[in-house]
């Protein structure tokens, strides 16, 4: 076995077929952890994130045994603000597991972030209710502490229409509208939503994590949601409006594959502190799943995340419907204390 520098923006031929291996390699993994759905990005939408993302940068590695790729790592490395850690991702085709592929994986991991002068590993791991969570055990092998449990949750479309009208109906005590944009987000929205961006890093739970305030602008908004929409993704957002202030105080957001649209990506959400108790949760992921029934019928459901501690979100899906069937756990481990 031996570790190989990987190149996902690279047009040569071979460094093309080393990435769609390392690619493959996570596929395979994510699949032996989910019935359905695993979330496994495409080697496109990873190849546009290495060349046009500025907020990270990655370090990629394949595991190679007889030259085919048995494991995958990639350690992004946040630039513009938490630049003491390193989020690591790493996978083991099912067939090359128990072997040490991981162990010399994560071994490239730490040496990674020691020279980039990180001294906080991150990882995720999931797997649906029922399943053997095999990174879990692995995790806490390599000394991780586990900072925070996310529930996983899945919204059957198309769904109930007129109870998804009755949920985005305004309170009419409080001064808000919601706004929908698809793929290319409103200019006037932008220096609001990158006040929202760095607050989904301070008010949404974040259990025992680490993570620092992010920083964000308008221009790091824009540039984001152009690179979903050049990975070959649909974007939506939907936004709530304080009218008394022209303010926006909420928004949440969905992807979806444009080669696989029977799946969509509910990712943030959130209402800032000071607008809740209005519904706004609610309201906006209604709307998102009107919106998304109208433009992309062919959207068979949509996969969230939530912590386990976020009572007000998961009642939120509770009252759409949404249906928790797996788990994520957050984990995290100081380099110096192992």
């Known amino acids: 076995m031996r570790i190989a520098v990987v190149d996902g923006r690279s047009d040569e031929p071979a460094d093309r077929r080393l990435f769609e291996g390392f690619v493959a390699a996570q596929a395979a993994s994510m699949a032996s952890l989910h019935d359905g759905a695993s979330g496994a990005w495409s080697v496109d939408e990873l190849r546009e994130m290495r060349r046009s993302r500025t907020d990270f940068v990655y370090a990629d590695r394949a595991a190679l045994v007889d030259e085919d790729v048995a494991g995958m790592l990639a350690v992004a490395l946040p630039q513009h603000d938490n630049r003491d850690k390193a989020m690591v991702m790493l996978h083991v085709r099912p067939e090359h597991r128990r072997r040490g592929i991981?162990?010399?994986?994560?071994?490239?991991?730490?040496?990674?972030?020691?020279?980039?002068?990180?001294?906080?590993?991150?990882?995720?791991?999931?797997?649906?209710?029922?399943?053997?969570?095999?990174?879990?055990?692995?995790?806490?092998?390599?000394?991780?502490?586990?900072?925070?449990?996310?529930?996983?949750?899945?919204?059957?479309?198309?769904?109930?229409?007129?109870?998804?009208?009755?949920?985005?109906?305004?309170?009419?005590?409080?001064?808000?509208e919601l706004e929908v944009a698809w793929d290319r987000l409103p200019t006037d929205w932008l220096?609001?939503?990158?006040?929202?961006?760095?607050?989904?890093?301070?008010?949404?739970?974040?259990?025992?994590?680490?993570?620092?305030?992010?920083?964000?602008?308008?221009?790091?908004?824009?540039?984001?949601?152009?690179?979903v929409v050049k990975s070959g993704r649909r974007l939506l957002e939907v936004v709530a409006r304080d009218t008394a202030t022209a303010r926006l105080v909420g928004f949440t957001r969905i992807t979806v594959p444009i080669a696989e649209p029977e799946v969509g990506y509910q990712q943030?959400?959130?209402?800032?502190?000071?607008?809740?108790?209005?519904?706004?949760?609610?309201r906006m992921k209604a709307t998102a799943a009107l919106a998304l029934m109208d433009e992309m019928p062919g959207t068979r459901k949509v996969l969230?995340?939530?912590?386990?501690?976020?009572?007000?979100?998961?009642?939120?899906?509770?009252?759409?419907?949404?249906?928790?069937?797996?788990?994520?756990?957050?984990?995290?481990?100081?380099?110096?204390?192992?």
Not at 145 to 163: C, G, I, N
Not at 268 to 282: I, K, P, Q
């Open 268 to 282: 943030d959400t959130l209402v800032l502190r000071e607008a809740r108790g209005h519904g706004l949760g609610l």
């Open 191 to 227: 220096a609001d939503r990158a006040v929202l961006s760095a607050r989904m890093s301070t008010d949404a739970p974040q259990g025992d994590l680490s993570w620092d305030e992010e920083t964000w602008t308008a221009e790091r908004v824009a540039e984001d949601a152009e690179r």
């Open 102 to 176: 991981g162990d010399a994986l994560m071994a490239e991991a730490e040496a990674i972030a020691h020279a980039h002068d990180r001294s906080v590993l991150m990882a995720s791991t999931d797997s649906d209710a029922g399943r053997d969570d095999v990174g879990e055990t692995f995790a806490r092998r390599h000394g991780f502490a586990l900072a925070q449990t996310m529930l996983a949750s899945h919204l059957a479309l198309p769904a109930d229409r007129p109870a998804l009208e009755q949920m985005t109906a305004n309170d009419r005590a409080a001064p808000y």
């Open 304 to 338: 969230t995340w939530n912590a386990d501690d976020n009572g007000s979100m998961l009642a939120v899906n509770r009252k759409l419907g949404c249906t928790v069937d797996g788990i994520q756990r957050e984990w995290e481990r100081r380099l110096d204390t192992f």
